[in-house]
């Protein structure tokens, strides 16, 4: 009788998940990340080297060297109309 009242139970259970998820909801407060393409960019050794230093020693955590660069890029394109 004992396995019965359990197997009841777990039905219960069961439905009140699957109610639960059925009526679950959730908001975001940011939007989705866009994709990226990995992208191999070619730069000059003392304009590296002048990066790495400012990331290394003044840069908040967001200013990465990819975060970075697309803003530079993204900037010279609008300069440009594109």
Known sequence: ?????N???NKINE???IAFIQGASGETNTSAEKKKKSFV??????LHK???DYITSEAKRIET???IAN???DEWLK???F
């Open 65 to 67: 060297q990819n975060y």
């Open 50 to 52: 002048r990066l790495k």
């Open 41 to 46: 960019l070619f730069m000059d050794i003392d």
């Open 71 to 73: 803003i530079a890029i």
């Open 1 to 5: 009788m004992a396995y019965k009242r």
């Open 79 to 81: 300069k440009r109309g």
């Open 15 to 17: 439905e009140k998940a």
């Open 7 to 9: 197997k009841s139970l």
